[in-house]
Protein backbone atom coordinates (compact mmCIF):
# COMPACT_ATOMS: atom_id res chain seq x y z
CA UNK A 1 0.00 0.00 0.00
CA UNK A 2 1.47 3.52 -1.14
CA UNK A 3 0.86 5.68 1.88
CA UNK A 4 1.07 9.37 1.27
CA UNK A 5 2.43 11.30 4.05
CA UNK A 6 0.62 13.97 4.65
CA UNK A 7 2.12 16.92 6.18
CA UNK A 8 0.41 19.24 9.01
CA UNK A 9 1.13 22.48 9.37
CA UNK A 10 2.22 23.35 12.86
CA UNK A 11 2.57 26.30 14.89
CA UNK A 12 6.33 27.66 15.68
CA UNK A 13 6.94 28.73 19.49
CA UNK A 14 7.01 32.37 18.04
CA UNK A 15 3.55 31.76 16.85
CA UNK A 16 2.44 30.48 20.03
CA UNK A 17 4.11 33.32 22.23
CA UNK A 18 1.79 35.86 19.94
CA UNK A 19 -1.15 34.51 20.46
CA UNK A 20 -0.91 34.23 24.45
CA UNK A 21 0.19 37.54 24.78
CA UNK A 22 -2.79 38.47 22.75
CA UNK A 23 -5.25 36.66 24.75
CA UNK A 24 -3.81 38.31 27.51
CA UNK A 25 -4.17 41.54 26.92
CA UNK A 26 -7.57 40.81 25.78
CA UNK A 27 -8.31 39.79 28.85
CA UNK A 28 -6.45 42.64 30.76
CA UNK A 29 -8.59 45.06 28.63
CA UNK A 30 -11.56 42.85 29.80
CA UNK A 31 -11.00 43.33 33.43
CA UNK A 32 -10.94 47.03 33.03
CA UNK A 33 -14.54 47.49 31.66
CA UNK A 34 -15.64 44.97 33.82
CA UNK A 35 -14.10 47.41 36.75
CA UNK A 36 -15.30 50.48 35.06
CA UNK A 37 -18.35 49.25 34.96
CA UNK A 38 -18.50 48.16 38.93
CA UNK A 39 -17.57 51.79 39.53
CA UNK A 40 -20.09 52.93 37.63
CA UNK A 41 -22.57 52.14 39.97
CA UNK A 42 -20.52 54.78 42.67
CA UNK A 43 -20.81 57.60 40.34
CA UNK A 44 -24.86 56.78 39.64
CA UNK A 45 -25.08 57.36 43.42
CA UNK A 46 -23.23 60.13 43.57
CA UNK A 47 -25.72 61.65 40.60
CA UNK A 48 -28.60 60.69 41.82
CA UNK A 49 -27.41 62.73 45.19
CA UNK A 50 -26.75 65.58 43.25
CA UNK A 51 -30.24 65.83 41.49
CA UNK A 52 -31.71 65.22 44.72
CA UNK A 53 -29.85 68.02 46.61
CA UNK A 54 -30.46 70.10 43.82
CA UNK A 55 -34.23 69.66 43.86
CA UNK A 56 -34.65 70.04 47.59
CA UNK A 57 -32.62 72.82 47.74
CA UNK A 58 -35.08 74.59 45.32
CA UNK A 59 -37.65 73.72 47.26
CA UNK A 60 -36.87 74.84 50.86
CA UNK A 61 -35.65 78.42 48.66
CA UNK A 62 -38.82 78.64 47.38
CA UNK A 63 -40.97 77.65 50.41
CA UNK A 64 -38.40 79.78 52.65
CA UNK A 65 -37.07 77.34 54.76
CA UNK A 66 -33.85 78.70 56.23
CA UNK A 67 -33.22 77.35 59.38
CA UNK A 68 -31.12 74.19 60.05
CA UNK A 69 -32.35 70.72 60.23
CA UNK A 70 -31.53 67.18 59.18
CA UNK A 71 -33.78 64.73 57.32
CA UNK A 72 -33.52 61.06 56.27
CA UNK A 73 -34.01 60.06 52.84
CA UNK A 74 -33.85 56.40 52.32
CA UNK A 75 -30.51 55.01 53.18
CA UNK A 76 -29.27 58.61 53.55
CA UNK A 77 -28.89 61.52 56.15
CA UNK A 78 -29.23 65.31 54.57
CA UNK A 79 -28.18 68.48 56.57
CA UNK A 80 -29.41 71.55 56.23
CA UNK A 81 -27.32 74.39 57.28
CA UNK A 82 -27.18 78.14 56.85
CA UNK A 83 -24.62 80.21 57.99
CA UNK A 84 -23.88 84.12 57.34
CA UNK A 85 -21.20 84.36 55.08
CA UNK A 86 -18.18 86.29 56.23
CA UNK A 87 -17.68 90.37 55.37
CA UNK A 88 -21.01 90.70 54.32
CA UNK A 89 -24.27 91.72 56.03
CA UNK A 90 -26.85 90.27 53.75
CA UNK A 91 -25.41 87.32 52.26
CA UNK A 92 -26.00 83.42 53.46
CA UNK A 93 -24.15 80.31 53.21
CA UNK A 94 -26.92 77.78 52.33
CA UNK A 95 -25.08 74.54 52.82
CA UNK A 96 -26.87 70.83 52.40
CA UNK A 97 -24.74 67.75 52.48
CA UNK A 98 -25.95 64.07 51.87
CA UNK A 99 -24.44 61.65 54.13
CA UNK A 100 -24.72 57.72 53.87
CA UNK A 101 -25.71 55.92 57.23
CA UNK A 102 -22.03 55.65 58.18
CA UNK A 103 -21.60 59.29 58.30
CA UNK A 104 -19.16 59.73 55.22
CA UNK A 105 -20.45 62.60 52.65
CA UNK A 106 -21.43 61.41 49.74
CA UNK A 107 -21.82 65.10 47.98
CA UNK A 108 -22.40 68.73 49.30
CA UNK A 109 -23.87 71.63 47.47
CA UNK A 110 -23.01 75.28 48.48
CA UNK A 111 -25.12 78.46 47.35
CA UNK A 112 -25.12 82.17 48.67
CA UNK A 113 -28.45 83.74 49.05
CA UNK A 114 -28.78 87.16 49.36
CA UNK A 115 -31.21 88.50 51.87
CA UNK A 116 -33.37 91.51 51.91
Known amino acids: MDRKLKKIKASTLVESLVAIVLIMLSMGFATLIYINV ?18 YALEAIAKDEMFDSEITFENYLIEKKIEKYPYSDNLYLFKLALLNMDGKEIFVRRQLILSE
Do not use: G
Request: no cysteine; glycine share 0%; net charge positive.
Open 38 to 55: LSSDKQLDKHRAILFLNK
